[in-house]
């Protein structure tokens, strides 16, 4: 079974939001299982040492090429062609805040037992955001 995961870097945050793509970059991708994937967070992408995984979901069969074409249809990738600092790292996504909120908002609405109030997005919920709209239902 193959892992997807979630990871943030809050080096390359900053960097991201002081060239104007904003405070919500994540790293999606996948690795063939656990230890592959914390071997992979630990090298590090776009030359920051500092990820973390935010989330991750075991999923059948999935590549990361697959998943990232797949979230490519809801948020925006950064090109890693167009900005040196990545070094030619995909699957590197600014994600719109109001996309997360409007999907929390509307789970929460099915749910009968919770009333409807502001949602405070959290980077967990982000990071589901983006499994749940990488990985095939």
Do not use: C
């Amino acid at each position: 079974m193959a892992m997807v995961y979630v990871a943030r870097s809050a080096a390359l945050t900053k960097w991201a939001s002081d060239v104007g793509q904003g405070k919500h970059i994540f790293k999606l991708g996948v690795a063939e299982d656990k230890d592959a994937m914390k071997a992979a967070v630990e090298a590090g992408w776009a030359g920051e040492s500092d990820w973390k995984v935010v989330h991750s979901q075991e999923v059948e069969d999935a590549t990361e090429e697959d998943v990232t074409a797949r979230l490519m249809r809801k948020e925006k990738t950064i090109d890693p062609n167009y900005y040196p600092k990545l070094k030619g790292t995909g699957g590197i996504f600014r994600i719109t805040l109001t996309n997360v909120q409007n999907s929390l908002l509307v789970a929460k609405a099915m749910t009968a037992d919770e009333p409807l109030t502001e949602i405070k997005v959290k980077p967990k919920d982000i990071a589901e955001y983006m499994i749940r709209n990488a990985v095939p239902s």
